[in-house]
């Protein structure tokens, strides 16, 4: 399972990037803020579901802590989540905190068309 909470674990996802292996797969970032209720109770579900895939990358963004990994986008609900792999992003937008949702949106996203819209590579964003 890959899992990183940002911003304490920034140094662990940007060597974990640095390796080719890892820029390849999905990564699944779910975009909240500390003082948010529903994050703080939506983020142990959300570690669980990162066990269930252990081929993706979760990656839980504190916004106010890591700006820079929105890139020019701006969050307005909470969670918002973001699903992108080398083709692009599959999904980027709020989630009802429900992670049922979530679930069915990671099996569908290799089906969704890749899009532009949202965040650019976590990659590189991650390594600016």
């Known amino acids: 399972m890959s899992f990183y909470l940002l911003p304490n674990d920034l140094t ?11 820029n390849k797969g999905v990564s699944v970032i779910c975009y909240c803020a500390e003082w948010c209720d529903t994050c703080r109770q939506y983020l142990n579900d959300f570690r669980a579901l990162a066990a269930q895939w ?5 990656i839980w963004v504190d916004i106010e802590e890591n700006p820079e990994l929105l890139d020019e986008e701006d969050v307005e609900n909470f969670p918002t989540v973001l699903i992108q792999d080398d083709g692009g992003n599959r999904f980027f937008g709020p989630l009802l ?7 069915t ?3 569908k996203a290799p089906e969704l068309p ?7 590579p976590v990659a590189m964003l991650v390594n600016n």
Do not use: C, K, V, Y
């Open 105 to 107: 949106l990671l099996r």
């Open 114 to 120: 890749a899009s532009q819209s949202g965040p650019g």
């Open 54 to 58: 252990p081929t993706h990358t979760f």
């Open 12 to 22: 662990s996802l940007q060597t974990a990037f640095a390796s080719e292996s890892m």
């Open 97 to 103: 905190p429900h992670i049922g949702h979530l679930e």
